[in-house]
């Protein structure tokens, strides 16, 4: 998904002329692998630090600085679905670790981790909606939608799964 919106934003005049990015949609994402000498982990690393530092430019990455209080990241296996490899992880080792003690060949998706999110009946959620993108652009959307939520209250400090994913195979 998220290389299908950064393709977009690049090719989307009216986007491209707005300034919009992909991170006006998404959290900050980058798609890493156990490659740590490319760019996209290098700028990955560059933006965790300053954010450990308290140097973040919200003007390059757009995400407001009350969500990079604690510099918690949330990675996912590309490959897995239903919550499966999920981490959230609070330090670039851990980070590191978790990516090279798996599959050399895998690819992982690291997400600046919403740190305030909104909430219902305190606990995190997302909302499911069945949408068709015809070839020529329309979008229509399904009357009916549902929401999840996480398993328990949220709570930034614990560091339990069910408190921070609303998989619902959880």
């Known amino acids: 998904m998220i290389k299908s919106l950064w393709k977009y934003y690049k090719k989307n005049f009216d ?10 949609s998404v959290p900050i994402t980058f798609v890493l692998d156990s490659n740590f000498n490319d760019q996209e982990y290098k700028d990955f690393a560059e933006l965790y630090r300053s954010i450990a530092e308290k140097k973040y430019n919200q003007k390059k990455y757009k995400m407001p600085a ?52 909104l909430l219902y009946k305190n606990r ?28 328990s209250v949220y709570e930034i400090s614990r560091e339990d799964n069910f408190v921070h994913l609303t ?3 959880l």
């Open 15 to 24: 986007s491209f002329g707005a300034g919009y990015q992909a991170t006006d």
């Open 66 to 117: 009350k969500h990079c209080m604690n510099n918690i990241w949330i990675l996912k296996p590309a490959s897995l679905n239903q919550g499966r490899g999920i981490e959230v992880l609070r330090t670039l080792s851990e980070i590191e670790k978790c990516i090279t003690t798996r599959d050399p060949y895998s690819k992982w998706i690291v997400q600046k981790y919403i740190e305030e999110p």
């Open 124 to 151: 995190k959620f997302d909302i499911r909606l069945q949408v068709t993108v015809s070839g020529e652009g329309d979008v229509l959307f399904y009357k009916d939608g549902y929401i999840r939520t996480s398993s």
């Open 167 to 169: 998989n619902s195979c």
